[in-house]
């Protein structure tokens, strides 16, 4: 069983478009986590939840919106998609707050025409 | 600002050979530094994790060295197989004072190859 399985792995769309990602862990799990891998292989952190509360919030755009139905869950909402947000955006689990060692899916590659 | 420093960017070892990946940080709050493990198509994956308290930590054939007034930590691979070929991330958790649940600062990665 994928511990960490976000959908879909592939995702081509144009720009102005909005899509969602979505993602489930049946680890568990606590804390839930999006990161943004760039073509540099550029790993960063967009959100996590904590019992369904958003804890880190980086700089990114308002047109990224996490959505967490449960602690099992967390999709990415992605508003009217721009060229630059092109990426492989993974999914993380961790199990209790302020716990380090991350569970990762397999990624998304998001690719914006 | 870069956190964690994370060097070289790419490193091709012959089989059986000692690759060296080197990272620093800046934030003293930092106090475990993980590293990961990527291969192509997959995500990264726990490879070892080392606390500030020891100045050594291994686990199989791979060991982390870590030097705090340095403030710089390396892993080391012995004996490496074209099996380790893959992207190497090292990391250091955020330190957040608010509480709650923290996420992981990355290097850049370095882009290991193991030549047969």
């Known amino acids: 069983d994928t511990a960490v399985s976000q959908t879909p792995k592939y995702l081509v769309t144009q720009m102005g478009n909005d899509k969602s990602i979505k993602c489930e862990q049946n680890?568990?799990?606590?804390?839930m986590y999006w990161y943004k891998q760039d073509s540099k292989k550029f790993l960063k952190i967009m959100f996590s939840?904590?019992?369904?509360?958003?804890?880190i919030n980086e700089t990114v755009p308002n047109r990224f919106s996490p959505k967490s139905p449960d602690k099992a869950h967390l999709n990415l909402h992605i508003n009217s998609l721009e060229l630059g947000d092109s990426a492989v955006y993974f999914c993380?689990?961790?199990?209790?707050?302020?716990?380090?060692?991350?569970?990762f899916g397999s990624g998304t590659q998001l690719s914006v025409l | 600002q870069q956190q964690v420093k994370q060097s070289p960017q790419s490193l091709i070892v012959q089989k059986g050979g000692i690759p060296i990946i080197n990272c620093a940080y800046e934030?003293?709050?930092?106090?475990?530094f993980p590293w990961y493990q990527q291969f192509p198509g997959k995500g990264p994956a726990l490879l070892i994790a080392?606390?500030?308290?020891?100045s050594e930590k291994k686990e199989g054939r791979f060991t982390i060295s870590f030097n705090k007034s340095a403030k710089q930590f390396s892993l080391h691979i012995m004996d490496s197989q074209p099996g380790d070929s893959a992207t190497y991330f090292c990391?250091?958790?955020?330190?957040?004072?608010?509480?709650?649940?923290?996420?992981?600062?990355f290097g850049k990665g370095t882009h290991l190859i193991i030549q047969p």
């Open positions: 993380a689990s961790s199990q209790g707050a302020g716990s380090e060692k991350l569970f």
């Open positions: 680890l568990g799990h606590d804390t």
């Open positions: 939840y904590n019992n369904k509360e958003l804890i």
């Open positions: 934030n003293t709050a930092f106090d475990y």
């Open positions: 080392i606390r500030p308290d020891v």
């Open positions: 990391a250091a958790n955020n330190g957040y004072s608010g509480g709650g649940a923290d996420g992981l600062t």
